[in-house]
């Protein structure tokens, strides 16, 4: 046997890093859902200053909008 199962971490520097690298489905890092986020809200701003000036025209993205 070797020394048992792992208990976690004990320091709180060791916490904050396990919380920094949590993954959720697969590779997505909470940094990676922010940026994209980030991406995504711009997007639509883009979106909407284009509608407004009549480069686009038809039926809205679906999805969130901005500063929801």
Known sequence: MHGGKSTGPKTKEGRARCVAA????GRETRAIRAQRSERLRELSELEIAGREIGLIVGPRARGRKPGR
């Open 22 to 25: 949590k993954t959720h489905h």
